[in-house]
């Protein structure tokens, strides 16, 4: 009997054996599907996918962007924190910091996010409530007092007003004496994802997505270390999505940045090498390992296939991965340790460059000191422990993912044809197609909770009768009127005569399309104008968005 032939009795007999066990229990015969609604597959073989893999670090780079990926060095371990004062936020950065954390993640306050000072009356009763307050450059030198700007990579959560908390950490630097080109990290500064999911948007879309590519273009010319955005699919998947339309979205949004930064006549090699993604985590482990495979090998093919770029650096991409904060219960929250490390592991097995582990108690209220070092200690315990680390790519080659990650491609391109046909992203924003998407997605998945056709370990099934929640981080509510206190201190220490120059200065700027923005933000920023009075400048000129 030849090979072929025995390979075919072999499976006979498997499949006659499976026939008689689901005779003894018939409930484990439904129909089996990821978020995405992928069916999966009884068993995977050789005969599951075809696709050949190239070897990490090759186009297109579905096992990995760097050769040897953490067989050099780990993922950054970068905890995502901001509470409170400036002040208090530092300690905590330094506590991590020491703890063995290696890059800064920045958490902004709502007031911050949506560009108004702390003594805004929009601003009462939200100040340093859900990250860290921060009016003035005064509070941006608070920060980051005793960080070594030349040696820490930090990252900042920001949208909006993107532009003006880059040009404050581009002053502290230089207040440290750190030159420019010496600066590294990562702004998020995705503002489409804010009009789909998240909310916190100053301008409309058109001015914009010019503040966005003046970041590209000023970056570019002097600091050129530092990632120009985070087009990010978390808070995509946060609000509903399920992971295909999670890499979708995200990708389809980022083609519309590199669109608007080529119409603005950048070149694509010029700005490409430093985008950069930021993806969630699920608990569906093998589906998040090849979302992110996929994910990789798509944006790579449009990069080189679509845009022409010749760079490789342009067609790699590169992701944080942040663990799902909506997968989180405040019933039982000691889950949530299990929940973050599954999802966690699914990061680094799909090849992420940084990752933040979520706290058990973030269902609850912001993370405690104790629950910020178990999140940290899950990263490192996966990266020195657990062997995932030790060769490349060790799913690679699995029937399974493999399978999967053609799938998730096919399905994620699906997606992307359609919004070209749209008119793209931004015209996919606009007419609410992307919205509607992740509303349907929510809705479905809560009815399968409700219904119990999903089991959320906890929350509807093996739940206890009594809850015992751990203690909670609680911002004092004085620190609002201390934060306005010091706001009004610097108004009346700094120089208002160079205020106003720099202010009229943006002013008129604003007014010419052409003109890059980020030298006259900078310079209001090095004058102490604040966060709201420059946002304030921009929103007579521009305008605000009210939504669809």
């Known amino acids: 009997m030849d090979e072929k032939k025995q390979q075919l009795t072999e499976k006979k007999k498997w ?28 068993l995977y073989d050789a005969e599951s996918n075809s696709y050949k893999l190239s070897y990490p670090g090759q186009y297109p780079y579905t096992r990995g962007i760097q050769p040897s990926m953490y067989r050099s060095r780990f993922w950054t371990m970068r905890q995502y924190a901001g509470f409170g004062s400036a002040t208090e936020t530092n300690k905590r950065f330094r506590y991590l910091l020491d703890q063995g954390q290696t890059g800064l993640s920045v958490a902004f306050d709502l007031p911050t996010q949506i560009g108004y000072d702390s003594d805004d009356i929009m601003s009462e ?35 909006a007003p993107a532009s003006v908390l880059l040009c404050m950490y581009i002053a502290v630097g230089e207040k440290q004496g750190v030159p420019l080109e010496k600066l590294t990290g990562t702004i998020q500064n995705d503002i489409l994802k804010e009009y789909i999911a998240r909310g916190t948007y100053i301008f409309p879309p058109k001015p914009s997505m ?29 609000a509903g999505s399920n992971a295909v339309q999670e890499a979708a979205f995200t990708i389809a949004n980022g083609i519309a940045y590199v669109d608007a930064a080529i119409d603005s006549g950048l070149d694509i090699d010029s700005f490409a090498p430093r985008l950069a ?5 699920h608990n569906n482990f093998f589906e998040e390992v090849a979302k992110f495979r996929a994910a990789r090998r798509i944006w790579a093919k449009i990069m080189k296939e679509q845009y022409k770029a010749k760079d490789p650096k342009s067609w790699k991409l ?25 999802q966690a592991l699914a990061a680094v097995m799909g090849g992420t460059q940084s990752l933040h582990t979520n706290s058990r108690d973030e269902a609850l209220s912001l993370p405690t000191e104790e629950s910020a070092r178990i999140a940290l200690r899950t990263q490192q315990i996966i990266a020195h422990e657990s062997g995932v680390a030790d060769t490349i790519d060790p799913l690679g080659g699995s029937y399974y993912v493999e399978a999967l990650t053609d799938e998730m491609e096919r399905k994620i391109n699906d997606y992307l ?52 929640n751990p203690d909670l981080l609680k911002v004092d509510e004085a620190l609002e009127k201390s934060q306005i206190e010091s706001l009004q201190t610097i108004r009346n220490e700094r120089n208002q005569e160079a205020v106003n120059k720099a202010l ?45």
């Open 15 to 42: 499949e006659n054996s499976v026939a008689q066990t689901l005779k003894r229990f018939p409930e484990r015969e439904e129909t089996f599907t990821t978020s995405s609604d992928i069916e999966v597959q009884r």
């Open 125 to 159: 009763g939200e100040v340093g409530k859900v990250g860290v307050a921060i009016d003035t450059l005064k509070d941006m030198e608070q920060l980051l007092d005793q960080i070594p700007l030349d040696k820490v990579s930090t990252s900042m959560t920001i949208n």
């Open 210 to 238: 010019r503040l966005i590519t003046n970041i590209f273009e000023f970056c570019q010319k002097y600091v050129p270390k530092f990632n120009t955005i985070s087009i990010s699919g978390y808070h995509i998947r946060e």
């Open 277 to 281: 993604f930021f993806f969630n985590a």
């Open 318 to 342: 590169r992701f944080h991965t942040q663990t799902g904060g909506s997968t989180l219960t405040a019933q039982q929250p000691d889950n949530n340790i299990v929940r973050v490390t599954l």
């Open 417 to 468: 044809d359609h919004i070209k046909e749209i008119g793209g992203a931004v015209q996919a924003v606009e007419e609410g197609y992307m919205q509607r998407e992740i509303h349907q997605n929510a809705y479905e998945i809560q009815k399968r909770i409700e219904k119990e056709e999903e089991i959320i370990v906890g929350l509807n099934k093996f739940k206890l009768d009594e809850e015992v």
């Open 504 to 548: 009229a200065e943006l002013k008129e700027n604003a007014k010419h399309a052409q003109t890059n923005l980020m030298p006259s933000i900078l310079e209001a920023v090095r004058a102490y104008a604040s966060v709201g009075e420059i946002c304030n400048v921009l929103r007579e000129e521009f305008g605000e968005y009210t939504g669809l």
